[in-house]
């Protein structure tokens, strides 16, 4: 894991560098033709990949789309370009120049140029009204972006940023057409246009997406000649009798058991621990959790470190509490300090002592309150049900509602929940993307408990600009004990992933987090 971390900043504020010839695995496709069909268990809720935390979306979406950077999922995270060509970062950390490779094509035959990433970062850091971008926070750095030509585009940054390189990269930073952003900010809502391997044909709401393949894709590594991607409930059934090749997002321990017995040498699997917190996020809008002792009796209710083993052996999380940073990574909180904060100590009847004479003090003994549940079973179903009954063992009365993704995600947008169980999915184990849901909700579309920290906006900013490694590990640190001792989102665990594919599908390396590595650039049917 800790290969993971990197301090490019750091070595920003010493020299500058260019990177050239950013694309290392243009046209590998050792067979061609067929359709790759998958199975996705949620209905996209939008088709704008910058308003979205979905995997949804980016398993049906990413596919049509292109970023600025990606990863070389063979070394990752090692960078090399999408569309960008070539990148210099200055030496004072402040300018960041990309050449974009010439002869892109949008799929309406539109020629990408520097203007299309402007406009795109542009919507990304200043969405327009009416337009979400969850990711904003993250481009608060940014003091403007110019283009000196059409394949040039210049960042300018306001002041050193640990996480912008790596940033460029994010799978949900699609680009854009300007012209289709100038005509509609709200158009990629409901339309898609991009230039991605995969060029989009059909959505059957609840059924099925089609894809094609696009002829003027710029890598040339879009080996299949196009895809079908179908809505299932489950994941063992459909494989087993062939209506599906693949399911991207994990399979729990059981349904592993049964697709080896019914598949035999026909089913493969790839395994990697993943990069997206479940977390349940309290409304700062319930009267009671207004009081910081309900908030942390609520918490401290929670078994973690003997109910997360035992969850761990039915569904695909894994089985070690976290505080917000994947464990074991360079900036995440150290076991020792975790297990002292309330909530996650070892003594759970100690615990639930305290948590109850806390909710008696603040008049909240057998308090009611809603749960909003997310309609899929792995693992919402599971997380669900082993919470309520951890939290009536201190006599609360939680009464769980479960809605389909796209009614779920709009009750969570509108916060019309006391508790939902939420999740933070993040691409890398950096503190900026991992900590920028928990700040003040008027500085990220992301924080559903709709709370307002301001201290905890200026710790956040400050380890953003702190280019050495170690003071930046000590403010996020702060951050992290001061986020858990308020306790208005709390973190579960991270995920254990494990995909399970046909045996005709190569080409495919599983990453740290469903949201990476969905364009099926490589991927080929033997």
Not at 408 to 432: N, Q
């Amino acid at each position: 894991m800790l290969g993971f971390i990197k301090n490019l900043v750091g070595g920003l504020a010493l020299i500058s560098f260019t990177v050239v010839g950013g694309i290392a695995n243009s046209a590998s496709c050792p067979k061609s033709g067929g359709i790759l069909k998958y199975g996705v268990k949620a209905e996209p809720p939008t088709y704008d990949m910058h308003g979205t935390n979905s995997y949804a979306v980016m398993h049906f979406v990413a596919q049509h789309y292109s970023t600025l950077l990606t990863f070389d999922w063979n070394k990752f995270p090692k960078l090399e370009g999408d569309v960008a060509d070539s990148w210099n970062v200055s030496s004072d950390g402040l300018t960041y120049t990309f050449k974009i490779k010439k002869g892109i094509k949008f799929h309406d035959g539109t020629p990408l140029t520097s203007k299309d990433v402007k406009a795109t970062y542009d919507r990304l850091r200043n969405p327009p009204e009416g337009v979400i971008s969850v990711r904003k926070a993250l481009f608060s750095s940014i003091s403007g972006i110019t283009t000196p030509d059409d394949n040039t585009v210049v960042f300018k940054l306001s002041s050193p940023d640990a996480f912008m390189l790596d940033g460029f990269a994010s799978p949900f930073n699609a680009i854009y057409s300007a012209k289709d952003i100038a005509k509609d900010p709200k158009w990629h809502l409901k339309n898609i246009n991009g230039t991605g391997p995969y060029k989009f044909v059909a959505h059957k709401k609840g059924e099925s997406w089609k894809a094609e393949k696009f002829a003027d894709f710029h890598h040339g590594d879009n080996c299949l000649d196009g895809t079908e991607s179908f809505r299932i409930k489950k994941v063992a059934e459909p494989l087993i009798g062939g209506q599906i090749m693949a399911e991207w997002r994990g399979t729990a321990p059981p349904e592993r058991v049964l697709l080896k017995k019914e598949m035999g040498d026909n089913v493969s699997f790839q395994a990697k621990t993943l990069m997206t917190l479940w977390v349940v996020s309290l409304n700062s809008k319930t009267k009671a959790f207004q009081n910081k002792k309900v908030r942390q009796a609520i918490n401290m209710c929670i078994d973690r470190h003997t109910g997360l083993k035992k969850l761990a052996k039915i569904t695909f999380t894994a089985p070690r509490p976290s505080g917000y940073l994947l464990y074991d990574t360079f900036y995440a909180l150290p076991d020792e300090e975790l297990y002292k904060i309330p909530g996650f100590q070892k003594d759970i009847a100690a615990s639930r002592k305290k948590a109850m004479q806390m909710l008696k003090e603040a008049g909240a003994e057998g308090l009611e309150f809603t749960y909003s549940n997310r309609a899929v079973s792995h693992p919402y179903d599971h997380i669900a049900i082993w919470l309520m009954s951890e939290w009536k063992k201190c006599g609360l009365k939680p009464k769980m509602i479960t809605n389909p993704t796209s009614k779920f995600v709009k009750i969570r947008r509108e916060g019309g929940f006391d508790a939902t169980i939420d999740w933070a999915p993040s691409f890398l184990p950096d503190p900026t993307l991992m900590h920028f849901k928990y700040i003040s909700a008027d500085r990220t579309a992301s924080n559903y408990s709709k709370n307002t920290d301001r201290g905890l906006d200026k710790i956040f900013d400050a380890q953003k600009g702190e280019v050495d490694k170690n003071k930046r590990k000590a403010l996020v640190h702060d951050f992290e004990k001061t986020a858990l001792e308020n306790a208005w989102v709390l973190p579960i665990t991270y995920t254990d992933r494990v995909i399970a594919l046909n045996s005709k599908v190569k080409g495919y390396v599983i990453a740290n987090s469903h949201i990476l590595n969905n364009t099926w650039r490589g991927v080929y049917l033997d």
